[in-house]
């Protein structure tokens, strides 16, 4: 699989754990994102990263911590998350975050708190 | 910020009718308007785009319309056939800032 490629694909964790989600593009590209998708609800931005700057950050509860340590590489790290954070946590890039730039998803990595 | 909305939220058509999606957006500094296709299980992907400076765009079956002035925009899927089921979803965006997107339109297409 190229492109956009997220691991795990799927992740079971109790309130009190700490895991990581991991995203690695292979599109040369500048910005990516964090974006969480629940049912019934828009996919909501988390978090731009733009040339490894964070550049947005949509009022995320701090145990979301996000990390870009290349251009190519993206982490969310996780901890004492709450139930209703169970949702689809999809990753994206663009070749930068100007306007009207492609977004190439990965397949995402469904969450699940217990 | 930029608000979203998107009308229905599911859609059935039968195999070779057309549907249309529409969305509202409330910020008229943006000008960039997608949409992504997602299948169930899958990841979404963009399958057309239009930009402030265009009313209405087309890529074979498929067609996006853009009215500025009322700040909505819509697409239109023609001859539709089983493999257009899915989850389609507008966003609107500008410079410097990243999508918003709207919920959702679950389109079931039924042989």
């Known amino acids: 699989e190229t492109g956009v490629t997220q691991t795990p694909r799927h992740l079971v964790m109790g309130m009190t754990n700490k895991k990581s989600l991991k995203c690695e593009q292979h599109l040369g590209h500048n910005a990516m994102y964090w974006y969480k998708q629940s049912a019934k609800k828009p996919l909501e931005l988390m978090f731009v990263?733009?040339?490894?700057?964070?550049?947005e950050n949509n009022s995320v509860p701090s145990r979301f911590s996000p990390e870009c340590p290349n251009s190519s590489h993206l982490f969310l790290h996780l901890h004492t998350l709450q139930p209703e954070d169970s949702a689809l946590y999809l990753c994206a890039s663009s070749q930068d975050k100007a306007r009207g730039e492609k977004l190439f998803f990965g397949s995402g990595t469904q969450l699940s708190v217990l | 910020g930029e608000n979203v909305e998107q009308h229905p939220s599911t859609l059935s058509v039968q195999e070779g009718d057309s549907a249309v999606i529409k969305c509202t957006y409330s910020d008229s500094a943006s000008n960039y308007f997608p949409w992504y296709k997602q299948e169930l299980g899958k990841r979404p992907q963009l399958i057309i785009d239009i930009r402030s400076n265009v009313g209405e765009k087309k890529d074979q079956r498929i067609a996006v319309t853009l009215n500025k002035t009322a700040k909505h925009f819509s697409l239109h899927i023609t001859e539709t056939q089983p493999e257009d089921s899915a989850v389609y979803f507008c966003?609107?965006?500008?410079?410097?800032?990243?999508?918003?997107f709207g919920k959702g339109t679950s389109l079931l297409v039924t042989p």
């Open positions: 966003a609107a965006g500008d410079s410097g800032y990243a999508l918003n």
């Open positions: 990263y733009n040339f490894k700057e964070q550049t």
